[in-house]
């Protein structure tokens, strides 16, 4: 059982938008912890595509946007595309743990 | 180029050790704070521990299912990280990545680059 809780599967036509959510507590998101979201493609390593709750690295295209909320985050993805196929990932800190902290994870399909 | 290469995985029995290795080159090794993240067959992501720069103290932290039993080390000579993991239990099957944290502006600690994995499997 995951510390951050993420729905285990998605999905949406090219070209949709769709959004994948990832609820926490008051020891992880709702504290003063920002959240990371990663895409891990089939056989690949996670790859970090928002950090501190909504941000981009370079290179991330900005079709990908997250936010924080209270005791949730979410990561919204526009103008879905065959390649954004993937796992997605939200992590945080919990202080009650005093551990990086994983969502279980949402594999998102590109119907 | 940036780049993280994972080594030393393997099938090893119950009870028994094993080291792995994580070589890094395009960076400055000796100011990273470096992780171990695991991934068992078909499930997500788990932070195994990390140890900070030798500047910043070099201390380590660990996840509560490894503690006492995994012990992550640096060589700054050789840009490389170490874990090793000792009283394997078929539970610790995964693969293991190496990853750095990036303090994003000065204040968003993420892990930011990452190696390909190596996988390691306990079992009799």
């Known amino acids: 059982q995951s510390v951050l809780t993420q729905p285990p599967s998605l999905s949406g036509a090219p070209g949709q938008w769709v959004t994948i959510s990832c609820t926490g507590s008051?020891?992880?998101?709702?504290?003063?912890?920002?959240v990371h979201w990663y895409q891990q493609l089939p056989g690949t390593a996670p790859k970090l595509l928002v950090y501190?709750?909504?941000n981009r690295p370079s290179g991330v295209p900005d079709r990908f946007s997250g936010s924080k909320s209270g005791t949730s985050a979410s990561l919204a993805i526009t103008g879905l595309q065959a390649e954004d196929e993937a796992d997605y990932y939200c992590?945080?800190?919990?202080?009650?743990?005093?551990?990086?902290?994983f969502g279980g994870g949402t594999k998102l399909t590109v119907l | 180029e940036v780049q993280l290469v994972e080594s030393g995985g393997g099938l090893v029995e119950p009870g028994g050790s094993l080291r792995l290795s994580c070589a890094a080159s395009?960076?400055?090794?000796?100011?990273?704070?470096m992780n171990w993240v695991r991934q068992a067959p078909g499930k997500g992501l788990e932070w195994v521990g990390r140890?900070?720069?030798?500047?910043?103290?070099?201390?380590?932290d660990y996840a509560a299912p490894v503690k006492g039993r995994f012990t992550i080390s640096r060589d700054d000579s050789k840009n490389t990280l170490y874990l090793q993991m000792n009283s394997l239990k078929t539970e610790d099957t995964a693969v293991y990545y190496c990853?750095?944290?990036?303090?994003?502006?000065?204040?968003?600690?993420?892990?930011?680059?990452w190696g390909r994995g190596t996988m390691v499997t306990v079992s009799s």
């Open positions: 990853t750095t944290i990036t303090v994003f502006e000065g204040r968003y600690d993420a892990f930011h680059i």
């Open positions: 395009g960076f400055t090794f000796n100011n990273a704070w």
């Open positions: 140890i900070k720069s030798r500047t910043d103290g070099g201390t380590t």
């Open positions: 008051s020891s992880n998101i709702g504290a003063v912890y920002a």
């Open positions: 501190g709750n909504s």
């Open positions: 992590q945080s800190y919990d202080s009650s743990l005093s551990s990086w902290v």
